[in-house]
T-cell receptor, first 115, second 114 residues
Framework: AQKVTQAQTEISVVEKEDVTLDCVYE???????LFWYKQPPSGELVFLIR??????QNEISGRYSWNFQKSTSSFNFTITASQVVDSAVYFC????????????FGKGTTLSVSS | DARVTQTPRHKVTEMGQEVTMRCQPILGHNTVFWYRQTMMQGLELLAY????????DSGMPKDRFSAEMPDATLATLKIQPSEPRDSAVYFC????????????FGPGTRLTVL
């Protein structure tokens, strides 16, 4: 069975601190896709990144970076120099290698960044 | 800037009433998903369609929920009769039908059943 675990329920940091959100997944598939979504206080779900299981290169986008390690089944998300606008719930999700199948979401990590 | 739209954004109703939520997927996307978000369960899949055909609705209480796609630009989720435990945020998402498909979410409908 597929499963996504986000062990950190809530994290609080002060502006400019770096913060890492953990994501551990379980799947028997050899090909799969991993996602991060952001849910700000306004409630919408915003797509951040998609990663293929055969591409273990880390990715950086501005202050955001993602560390994908197949050996530990982890796909962690780091925000560098956090800002108040980063305050949101962040969801990690897993999708199997079949067109049009649903996402399996973790429970989410609530990040609070204070000034 | 293509987006998934959902109506209504908020709905308050009384137990026993019928509720209909609507979703307009991004033009060209032929896979549509309905998810429900609650504090207890998190985000869970209710149903999804590919090319307007229902593929999986195992997450949906069949006795009261129904999902349809009357055409490529409209998906509906209906609850009849509604119950207080249906109170949640209902999200619609759409994506292209390829293995790597990224799902793009609508703003959600916040449903409160009194």
């Amino acid at each position: 069975a597929q499963k996504v675990t986000q062990a950190q329920t809530e994290i609080s940091v002060v502006e400019k601190e770096d913060v890492t959100l953990d994501c551990v997944y379980e799947t028997r598939d050899t090909t799969y896709y991993l996602f991060w979504y952001k849910q700000p206080p306004s409630g919408e779900l915003v797509f951040l990144i998609r990663r293929n299981s055969f591409d273990e290169q880390n990715e950086i986008s501005g202050r955001y970076s993602w560390n994908f390690q197949k050996s530990t089944s982890s796909f962690n998300f780091t925000i560098t120099a956090s800002q108040v606008v980063d305050s949101a719930v962040y969801f990690c999700a897993l999708k199997e290698d079949q067109a049009g199948t649903a996402l399996i979401f973790g429970k989410g990590t609530t990040l609070s960044v204070s000034s | 800037d293509a987006r998934v739209t959902q109506t209504p954004r908020h709905k308050v109703t009384e137990m026993g009433q019928e509720v209909t939520m609507r979703c307009q997927p991004i033009l060209g996307h032929n896979t549509v998903f309905w998810y429900r978000q609650t504090m207890m369960q998190g985000l869970e899949l209710l149903a999804y369609f590919r090319n307007r055909a229902p593929l999986d609705d195992s997450g949906m209480p069949k006795d009261r929920f129904s999902a349809e796609m009357p055409d490529a630009t409209l998906a509906t989720l209906k609850i009849q009769p509604s119950e207080p435990r249906d109170s949640a945020v209902y999200f619609c998402a759409s994506g292209p039908t390829v293995n790597t498909d990224t799902q793009y979410f609508g703003p959600g409908t916040r449903l409160t059943v009194l």
